[in-house]
């Protein structure tokens, strides 16, 4: 093993495993409905830790399917979060996501 393998396994694990722990610390706070806080940090290790051993054991894996590897689990998450977050409201095909109740600025009312 060269020493630029032994850097990329090493940086590439400790930031792996920094994103698994900022993802199981917000989905403690956040409280996702789907799954539990262990699942996601497990989710994220294992597709950042797939990536990192194909970057390694595979030099010829196209980069762009090592990264969309690495950001699967991360990218998972923040979907389940923002789902988690804004409820299961019924879409409102009038008003955008940002304009919840009423808005306090009706100035464009009179062009309509």
Known sequence: MSVT???VAGGGGVAVALI???VYRDATRVGV???TPATWGALVVLTGGASVVTLILVPDAPLP??????ALGPLLYLLER???M???DAADPTRLPSQSGESA????EGDR
């Open 5 to 7: 393998t032994a850097l």
């Open 20 to 22: 698994a722990a900022l």
């Open 33 to 35: 409905d789907l799954g």
């Open 65 to 70: 399917g090592v990264l969309v590897l690495t």
């Open 82 to 84: 923002d789902d988690s």
């Open 86 to 88: 804004n409820g299961d």
């Open 105 to 108: 600025d009706r100035s464009d």
